[in-house]
């Protein structure tokens, strides 16, 4: 495992520029998001990352006068806070955009992106409320980690640090709360013009870029809403790193990764490559999804999807391309792969 950086205290980290946070606050049901956001900022306050924030920034998005309610709570757990702006309707670009312009007028500086997830649907159903809070846990103490702060404000080896990374279906943080280098982030497309060329480069390969308001786009390939969970890993540049190898596709790896039960002091180059397992560290049902005929997502558009938005493809040295390659059976150059590496050979 190639392991990015040792054990460090977070108290002796030197402050060497700004880490702002973005918070991207939605109410459909005003007292659930005032529970969540409660939890959240008291988490994040005992979190290794708190030492290096400088200002948390929100949004909210929704019913309700939620700006009042995230005003109250920032004080009462003793947080510096700025309102972004509060809206009726919109996702999660209402923040990124903001994000994204800071890190262009800051590139020396760090970013922190957090959601109230959990907030969007079934907020009665108790289990699913639940095994989401367990998920925001899990999300928050990977992003806030000891790991992941020394990567972003520390090393030069990772542009983007959650806890979990994954290069399926789309490359993406799970749960899309992460803690990037502004200097990387500033090479990224505004989010609004990344959701339009995501939105008509797989239009026209047949995939929906419309729909009801809840199933706008398609996950399968990061269209609609879903190009925001796309967004910060869509640079063919991007190298990833991650404190947990678990893909957090089960309710015990929640568990286990909320309640502590990994080592979050060393972020990890990601996504990882093992020869004889092309699908490792990615969740079963994304890994059935490569066998699906009906998928557009192959190789040969992901690389399309890389030239169209950006203009270039990942160099030879990115984990990302080898990761891809290995997944969809082709080959690197000058080479012939394995039969351990053929999918379907695991």
């Not at 309102?83 to 955009?97: A, D, M, P, Q």
């Not at 749960?175 to 200097?183: D, P, T």
């Not at 080592?263 to 990615?282: K, M, Q």
């Not at 998928?295 to 493809?313: C, D, F, P, Q, S």
């Amino acid at each position: 495992m190639r392991a990015l950086f040792l054990l460090v205290a977070a108290a002796t980290f030197p402050r060497a520029a700004a880490l702002i946070v973005y918070y991207n606050v939605f109410s459909k049901n005003v007292a659930t998001a005032v529970e969540i956001v409660y939890e959240q900022l008291t988490e994040l306050r005992a979190a290794p990352i708190w030492d290096e924030v400088e200002e948390i920034r929100y949004s909210t998005i929704g019913k309700g006068k939620m700006r009042n309610h995230v005003a109250r709570i920032c004080h009462e757990v003793n947080a510096t806070c700025r309102r972004l702006g509060s809206h009726k309707t919109g996702h999660e670009e209402r923040t990124l955009t903001p994000l994204h312009a800071f890190c262009t007028k800051n590139p020396k500086a760090s970013v922190a992106y957090l959601h109230d997830k959990g907030s969007f649907r079934n907020v009665f159903a108790t289990q699913v409320r639940a095994r989401q809070k367990r998920l925001r846990q899990a999300l928050l103490r990977g992003l806030g980690s000891v790991g992941c702060v020394a990567a972003i404000t520390q090393g030069d080896a990772c542009d983007v640090c959650s806890t979990h990374f994954s290069a399926l279906p789309h490359q993406h943080a799970k749960g899309n709360m992460w803690l990037a280098r502004c200097s990387y982030v500033a090479t990224l497309l505004p989010p609004p013009q990344f959701q339009k060329g995501m939105d008509t480069y797989w239009g026209r390969l047949g995939f929906l870029i419309s729909g009801p308001p809840h199933m706008q786009g398609t996950p399968w390939v990061g269209t609609g809403r879903y190009a925001m969970e796309h967004w910060v890993h869509s640079h063919p540049s991007v190298r990833p790193c991650d404190v947990s190898e678990k893909p957090l596709e089960t309710l015990h790896d929640m568990i286990q990764l909320s309640s502590g039960g990994f080592d979050s002091s060393v972020a990890t180059a990601a996504p990882r490559i093992v020869a004889a397992f092309p699908g490792a560290g990615e969740a079963l049902d994304e890994q059935h999804g490569l066998r699906n005929t009906r998928n557009k997502r192959n190789y040969t558009t992901i690389m399309g999807e890389w030239r169209t938005l950006y203009g270039a493809v990942p160099p030879e040295s990115s984990l990302l391309l080898r990761k891809y390659r290995q997944m969809y059976g082709v080959p690197g150059p000058g080479r012939r792969l394995l039969r351990s590496e053929r999918p379907g050979d695991e």
